[in-house]
């Protein structure tokens, strides 16, 4: 059973259709990208995906359960973790407290508990904490644990956001242009982090416009313009099709 | 070393200084202390402007004044009363929390300002109940172990001194919290909030639900002490001053609204009548408290000139507000 399936998704905004009957799936564990010009519908997949649209028709199952209508936090306790194509950490939290709060999903105290700081509020808190600076070493930001998250190199806010998203360790992790912004050197430990995290079990499905990095780190490729799928299937396979081509490149002039 | 300090000189003060009207002072400025506590919460955590707070604080009074009074002949122990009054207020605020979720900054604002106006105007026209604008006078005196308060304030600077050392350990308990971090999640960006599994719905509610509780412990209180309630106590003047006391301590910050309570109160309730009697005193026709306002106002303005987080600043406004500032001269 695919860990999350899509099938003929349709979403429209007023006349435009930006996603139009999208069938797709995710295996678990596996490293999917989609790729596709400015204005393909990419994002507005995520934020299908993350219940901030709701499908005007189709559906999203995840881990056998049904998406359409639930809300954000709900489909994000379900276990599926994002990141932003425009940052939007917690910019006056701590990154410390920015990872701890993605795993407010997972936590269990309550109004009392928070309160009174009950002997299991505390060991929670203890235990979230000790996690969360686990995280930050994992995304090598350990010496920012005290610093506001706006105060972090924007490679490092890119990377804490991925800390942030892992921190209610998800099933499924969707990376919105991780590469955005990054020199060569941080896209190499972008490669290796991502693979890290699959290596933990996660999967990972991204959009990235970094074709190298597409290329290099992802078992399979979802190619969307004008918010159809027009191609699919291993990265080199991809790379060659007539129609991505055309999609990126425009068709080449007396060929209609 | 220099909160033991504070607390010893807190607890001694009624011994040291036996002026009665000093400790009165104290006292009813330690209600203001607690509604502060109480607004923190909502604006200062969460960052849910609430320009009708002192709605709370009047659904808190007058649940003392019927509950514990001759006006219905229900005699609840004040002591019981500090109990019901929070989780009355508490179910207000979540009345009030209800419509507004959907709403941000200026239309919340102005939604809370409407409740602010509708809670005093409610208590003042159901005169049956509550003798309208005449208020609930003679109520229940509070005692402990069999011994009455009286018209001392003593007593109730140290219930004051009391719920208001609950409050700050309450306060900073939620501030270091799943919850408190849940609302400056929410303060600093709703959607990406939502996207760590926090229902925004229920946090949003559960900061209008404390911070009413912490003005409804007040209202107990500052009803028993002064031994009457009545709408005109609790106007929209009271929620902006509460708000300004935020304004002026460092929004966010614990101590810093304390600190910003207490000087607003001092200024309103001790040197503004001080200075008009010293005046009187040496012949000069001069009232200080007509000016009380002016005054707010000169202070609020140069503050947001010169010191925009605040006396005490949570680190949060005051990096805030330094890069606002320094924005220009980076670009």
Same mark, same amino acid.
């Not at chain 2, 009074?69 to 019981?80: N, R």
């Not at chain 2, 309730?269 to 408290?289: E, I, K, R, V």
């Given at each position: ?42 994002? *507005? ?157 996660? *999967? ?53 | ?18 002026n009665n009207s000093h400790v009165d002072f104290l006292a009813n400025a ?121 018209f001392s304030a003593t007593?109730y600077y ?67 002490k002064l ?42 309730s001790f ?61």
């Amino acid at each position: 059973m695919p860990l999350l399936q899509l099938t003929d998704v349709r979403k429209a905004f007023g006349g435009l259709v930006a996603v139009k009957d999208l069938s797709f799936e995710l295996a678990e564990g596996s490293i999917a990208a989609m790729i596709g010009p400015n204005g393909a519908g990419k994002s *507005t997949v995520f934020n299908l995906i993350t219940g901030i649209y709701a499908p005007d028709a189709g559906s999203l199952v995840f881990d056998g359960k049904k998406l359409g209508g639930l809300g954000t936090a709900r489909i994000a306790s379900l276990g599926i973790a994002r990141t932003f194509q425009n940052i939007r950490l917690f910019a006056y939290m701590s990154a410390l407290d920015n990872v701890m709060t993605g795993r407010h999903a997972r936590m269990h105290a309550g109004i009392f508990g928070s309160l009174v700081h009950t002997p299991r509020q505390r060991a929670e808190e203890r235990a979230v904490r000790e996690r969360a600076r686990e995280l930050l070493r994992f995304v090598e930001l350990e010496r920012y644990a005290g610093s506001y998250a706006r105060n972090l190199p924007y490679g490092g806010q890119r990377r804490l956001e991925i800390a942030r998203a892992l921190a209610g360790d998800p099933k499924l992790l969707l990376l919105d242009e991780p590469a955005a912004g990054m020199n060569p050197r941080e896209k190499d430990a972008l490669i290796g982090l991502i693979a890290r995290i699959r290596e933990s079990g996660v *999967t990972v499905f991204l959009i990235e416009h970094d074709m190298a990095l597409v290329m290099n780190v992802s078992e399979r490729v979802t190619v969307l313009d004008y918010g159809e799928k027009i191609a699919e299937g291993l990265p080199d396979v991809v790379r060659r099709d007539e129609r991505v081509i055309e999609a990126y490149l425009g068709r080449a002039e007396g060929a209609a | 070393m220099g909160l033991g300090f504070l607390v010893v000189a807190l607890l001694g003060f009624p011994f040291m200084d036996r002026n009665n009207s000093h400790v009165d002072f104290l006292a009813n400025a330690g209600a203001f202390v607690l509604l502060a506590l109480g607004l923190n919460i909502v604006v200062g955590f969460a960052g849910l402007l609430d320009l009708g707070y002192a709605a709370f604080f009047a659904i808190g009074s007058y649940s003392y004044a019927m509950l514990a009074s001759q006006q219905f002949g229900i005699h609840v122990p004040f002591w019981l009363m500090l109990l019901v009054a929070p989780v009355v207020a508490a179910l207000f605020g979540l009345l009030l929390g209800a419509p507004t979720l959907r709403l941000r900054g200026d239309y919340l604002a102005i939604v809370t300002l409407g409740f602010g106006e509708i809670v005093p105007q409610t208590f003042l026209n159901l005169a049956q109940y509550t003798n309208g604008p005449n208020g609930i006078s003679s109520l229940d005196q509070p005692s402990l172990f069999g011994h009455p308060f009286g018209f001392s304030a003593t007593p109730y600077y140290y219930v004051l001194l009391g719920l208001i050392a609950i409050g700050i350990l309450a306060a900073r308990n939620l501030q270091n919290s799943r919850l408190g971090r849940a609302w400056m999640a929410i303060r600093e960006d709703e959607l990406a909030a939502r996207h760590m599994g926090i229902n925004t719905t229920t946090t949003k509610l559960a900061a209008f639900a404390l911070g009413a509780s912490f003005s409804g412990l007040a209202g107990v209180a500052y009803a028993a002490k002064l031994d009457l309630v009545s709408p005109d106590q609790f106007g929209f003047n009271v929620s902006v001053l509460v708000l300004s006391m935020l304004v002026l301590g460092g929004m966010g910050n614990i101590w810093g609204v304390i600190v910003g309570s207490f000087v607003l109160s001092f200024v309103n309730s001790f040197l503004l009548p001080q200075s008009t009697t010293l005046a009187h005193a040496a012949g000069l026709n001069l009232d200080f408290t007509n000016y009380r306002f002016m005054l707010y106002g000169v202070i609020l303005v140069s503050m947001m000139l010169f010191r925009p987080e605040g006396l005490i600043p949570s680190r949060q406004r005051a990096a805030e507000l330094h890069d606002v500032a320094a924005a220009p001269e980076s670009a």
